[in-house]
């Protein structure tokens, strides 16, 4: 058995408030790790795990499941059975029910006792507690952690180390510290029929270093009262996805106007350049403010100087910020805590810019952005002159792979070889020639045609994607026995790498393709080698290194088949777009309507049901943005 596992999350419940997650078991006990395996089970906040251990008994007994649910705001609701008290051969008399509930900063839990029986039962009700205030890259790589020593607080008990503290208050209870590192919150409490006892506790949290922030106000407008579609999984999955997308809601500290999406829980739980812009490009049907908040956000980090390190460069638009660097144990990755190692957030930026523009973002908010406009195109004109836009790390303890499959093995040829840089991506070229197209037109409605960036200039831009799409269309088509079809990248050597993979479907609708060869593509997309019935399989069945529980390779991401689903509609291919739309509502209801970021790659033609990606995080923002791409599509949104 490997020394240190990746915790597993798809049987984990989760309730969220960014920037705070609380993780459990389904019956609502949070547990410290068993020996030899890893959790995450615990209440994390800023990237820090602040309580690790929350275990309820009655009467000296953890209460036997009975059944869990999320009520409409998204708390979690557990009911156990203390069968040890006050029980009858046949019916349970006695019932205790936690209703758990996450805001920013803070998880607070009800707790009622409850007896059907006239006379009363009495029982000590407790909660054994541990924090061991470890950061998320130790819990996420499976280290092994222990409690810190707590000491007491008012009505409760605290914690601190370094930056970070937390406080339980817990009214009423009498505080056991006589194990420091396991303090017990004990109730006496008595409940008869139609009386029931209740207590409550609550931990807050605080970190001094914290870069994120939650949202302050409500969801956006636009994410309420729309129009219930038809069909009822869309319904279910499109409910579900918008509650998930409002407890990703962030803001940074100084700009809490604006707000983005963290990209998902619990790893993720940041800003995210490409995932907060697409998730944001997904939502544009129902209104501009995320767009505008996501826009400016990332904006306020845009590269200005060459630093080798965080692989920052001027105009370039950043991949993720982090309260301290980031070490991956086992994976020789260790980022600078804010970190510009992608090549594709700086053109999605600049497309979501003329999408939102488009879509009615104030003017005055796209003029306030234009100037990082300007310098994000000069960086991608920059990047396609004479070539491709590509990415090699070369600080060594970087991402190998800087596109949206990013993990070390995610762009390989047919016989399961790695790739060697730089690479030039597919999608990556698409992106650049779709914002070097719209940029130039945005630049031009506004009046900046030779003023700002150097490279810049509308006329440059268009020529620049003109000359963009010949080479594309030289170097990256290949055939196979099933017919064309478009590598995944250029390698180093220029060499076609010819996996058959889903980045080809995000080419669709971007320009970068004729029409007859968008026809190629979504023709091919459709061969059961990338559809699995439930979302496109990232790397095709015909790959050497293909495995449907393969992160990058052979698994389904329900946005990388959003964002085909949405080409082939731009591109007039609809009835393809319906068809693989059927396929992640297919994969929604699996996941009970809470889609993750990733599924397995299974076909639909031997399974019931999607099987997950154990490790997943759940939910992700642009996987629950994905309903409103499919809404759209099918013409569901009003």
Known sequence: MPEKLQPFLHDLEIVLRAPTQAWSGR?????????GNATV??????????????????????????????????????????????????????RIRRSRRVKAGAMEEEIEFASATEEPVSADVTVRLAADLAPMEAVKSGLPTQPV????????????????????????????????????????????????????????????????????????????????PTDVRLAR?????????????????????SEFLAAGAPWFFTLFGRDSLWAARFLLPLGTEL?????????????????????????????????????LHGEAISLPPTYYGTVDATPLWVCLLHDAWRAGMPV?????????????????????????????????????????????????????????????????????HEALVHGAELLEAFGRVGAG??????????????????????????????????????????????????????????????????????????????????GLRTLATSSAGYWPLKYHGGSVWAHDTAIAIRGLARSGHRDAAAQLAEGLLKAAESFGYRMPELHSGDPADTSTRALPYPSACRPQAWSAASAVVIAEVLGELG
């Open 364 to 432: 005055d908010a796209v003029e306030r952005l234009l100037p990082h406009a300007e310098r994000a195109l000069a960086w991608v004109a920059d990047g396609v002159l004479d070539g491709y836009l590509n990415y090699l790390d070369t600080s060594g303890h970087g991402l190998a792979n800087q596109g949206w499959k990013d993990s070390r093995d995610s762009v390989q040829f047919r016989n399961g070889q790695l790739v060697t840089g730089p690479v030039s991506l597919c999608e990556v070229q698409a992106y650049a």
């Open 41 to 94: 089970q615990g209440v994390m906040h800023s990237d820090v795990r602040v309580l690790s251990e929350a275990v309820l008994e009655v009467g000296g007994h953890e209460p036997e499941p009975a059944g869990s649910w999320h009520d409409d705001d998204g708390g979690l609701v557990v009911v156990g059975l203390p069968r040890a008290l006050a029980a009858a051969w046949g019916d349970p008399a006695a």
């Open 237 to 257: 999955f499109l409910e579900q996805s918008l509650r998930d997308l409002d407890g990703l809601r962030m803001a940074l500290p100084g700009l809490e106007r």
């Open 27 to 35: 019956d609502g006990q949070i547990r410290a790790a068993a020996p």
């Open 149 to 228: 020593d707590a000491s007491p607080a008012d009505a409760g008990v605290a914690w601190s180390a370094g930056e970070v503290s937390a406080v339980v208050e817990a009214p009423g209870a009498v505080i056991d510290l006589s194990d420091p590192g396991r303090p017990v919150l004990r109730w006496s409490l008595t409940a008869s029929a139609g009386t029931p006892a209740r207590v409550s506790w609550r931990v807050t949290a605080e970190d001094s270093i914290a870069v994120v922030a939650g949202a302050r106000g409500p969801a956006p407008t636009g994410w309420r009262g729309l129009r219930r």
């Open 453 to 534: 960036a150097a490279g810049a200039a509308p006329s440059q831009l268009r020529d620049a994607a003109a000359a963009l799409a010949e080479r594309f269309r030289a170097d990256f088509w290949l055939e196979d026995d099933r017919g064309p079809y478009v590598a995944i990248a250029l390698d180093g050597s220029g060499k076609p790498v010819d996996t058959v993979t889903s980045n080809m479907g995000h080419l669709l609708g971007t320009g970068l393709l004729d029409g007859e060869e968008e026809a190629l593509v979504a023709r091919r997309l459709l061969d059961p080698e990338l559809d699995s019935g439930y």
């Open 291 to 327: 767009a505008e908040g996501t826009l400016t956000v990332l904006a306020s980090f845009q590269g200005e100087k060459v630093d080798t390190d965080s692989q920052e460069a001027p105009g370039k638009i950043m991949h993720e910020l982090r309260r301290a660097a980031l070490t």
